[in-house]
């Protein structure tokens, strides 16, 4: 394998630096839940506060409307148990994307300093990476140390 071609990846490796990388999906989680609280409490809040009104408008306790609504409530809250489990993977998914397009070029940037020989492999990040403008910085630094 030439210096320019990546090794096959592994699942023991899937995370660079996992520290980070379980530090800020923490972040993203922990986002998660607090949004998926607030939204859930105003349905919930709006479900009570229409019943509420019912009972103020004179509809007896045990008309077919309060049965209605509870059925709507149980609709919605399926459908919002089922869009936040979709949502928690897709944002574990994406943030793990992102969490590899910032802790790569970290990784990249720590091993090409430590390399301290003129002939180390080229420091190259991937397309999708984050922190592209490091790429020219590091090879001026290298040209430097020549």
């Known amino acids: 394998?030439?210096?320019?071609?990546?090794?096959?990846?592994?699942?023991?490796?899937?995370?660079?630096?996992?520290?980070?990388?379980?530090?800020?999906?923490?972040?993203?989680?922990?986002?998660?839940?607090?949004?998926?609280?607030?939204?859930?409490?105003?349905?919930?809040?709006?479900?009570?506060?229409?019943?509420?009104?019912?009972?103020?408008?004179?509809?007896?306790?045990?008309?077919?409307?309060?049965?209605?609504?509870?059925?709507?409530?149980?609709?919605?809250d399926t459908l919002f148990i089922g869009l936040a489990v979709f949502n928690f993977l897709l944002l574990i998914g994406v943030g793990f994307i992102i969490s590899h397009r910032i802790a790569g070029p970290i990784f990249k940037l720590k091993k090409q300093l430590g390399q301290s020989s003129s002939d180390s492999e080229d420091f190259k990040l991937r397309q999708t990476d984050f922190f592209q403008e490091l790429e020219p910085l590091v090879k001026a630094l290298k040209d430097k140390t020549k």
Not at 1 to 20: G, V
Not at 33 to 42: E, K, Q, V
Request: a positive charge; charged letters at 20%; proline letters at 4%.
């Open 1 to 76: 394998m030439n210096k320019t071609e990546t090794s096959p990846r592994h699942f023991k490796n899937l995370l660079i630096n996992p520290k980070f990388q379980f530090k800020l999906l923490s972040y993203f989680v922990a986002l998660f839940f607090l949004t998926t609280i607030s939204l859930y409490s105003t349905t919930f809040l709006f479900f009570y506060r229409m019943k509420e009104k019912a009972l103020n408008v004179g509809i007896p306790d045990g008309h077919i409307f309060f049965k209605f609504l509870g059925n709507q409530k149980h609709d919605l």
